[in-house]
């Protein structure tokens, strides 16, 4: 069964003070992994699609890694305006349709 | 673009009254899927479509019916309410399914008491 966990459940940081979120998955071949960005009472915002162990992506303060068994997403100086939920979900390379699945997110609270 | 647009906002139900949530989207994909988020959980799909015509059950379908007529509209349809059902719907598209990032709704907000 493919699983996705994420750590830590809840970040608090002070302005300026950079971190690293973690994904780890376990997944039958890795299709993609995504990053979004949720708002309180808000729908899930894209960030970033990884495909293949090795690769980088990076978007303002944000960088995003990955690994044969996890991904990080780095944040960099980080601002009030960054805090939020991160989540984190695999598609499975098989055959057919294979829905996301996501983690249950890290709530990331920036303080200035 | 309006991109994924959903309704209601928020709703509140009595246990064993039916509803149906509507999701339209303007960017002619393909894909669209209705998840449900528990505080503190993960996303948790529902129901999933893969075009018009199509439909394909999720990780959590029971309680739940879905219909595709068109392209642009995906609504979730709850018969017979029950408490465990209270949570967040959010209905998202896609242009495929392999390698797209999916587009959110605002979502719903449901109370079933």
């Known amino acids: 069964e493919d699983q996705v966990t994420q750590s830590p459940e809840a970040l608090r940081l002070q302005e300026g003070e950079s971190s690293s979120l973690n994904c780890s998955y376990t997944v039958s071949g890795l299709r993609g992994l995504f990053w979004y960005r949720q708002d309180p009472g808000k729908g899930p915002e894209f960030l970033f699609t990884l495909y293949s162990a090795g690769e980088e992506k990076e978007k303002e303060r944000l960088k995003a890694t990955l690994t044969k068994k996890e991904s990080f997403l780095h944040i960099t100086a980080p601002k009030p305006e960054d805090s939020a939920t991160y989540l984190c979900?695999?598609?499975?390379?098989?055959?057919?349709?294979?829905?996301?699945?996501f983690g249950k997110g890290t709530r990331l609270s920036v303080i200035a | 673009n309006a991109g994924v647009t959903q309704t209601p906002k928020f709703r509140i139900l009595k246990i064993g009254q039916s509803m149906t949530l509507q999701c339209t989207q303007d960017m002619n994909h393909n894909y669209m899927y209705w998840y449900r988020q528990d505080p503190g959980m993960g996303l948790k799909l529902i129901y999933y479509?893969?075009?018009?015509?199509?439909?394909d059950k999720g990780e959590v379908p029971n309680g739940y019916n879905v219909s595709r007529s068109t392209t642009e509209d995906f609504p979730l349809r709850l018969e017979l309410a029950a408490p465990s059902q209270t949570s967040v719907y959010f209905c998202?598209?896609?242009?495929?399914?392999?390698?797209?990032?999916?587009?959110f709704g605002p979502g719903t907000r449901l109370t079933v008491l």
């Open positions: 479509s893969v075009g018009a015509g199509i439909t």
């Open positions: 998202a598209s896609s242009e495929g399914q392999a390698y797209n990032e999916q587009f």
């Open positions: 979900a695999v598609q499975a390379s098989v055959p057919g349709n294979t829905p996301f699945v």
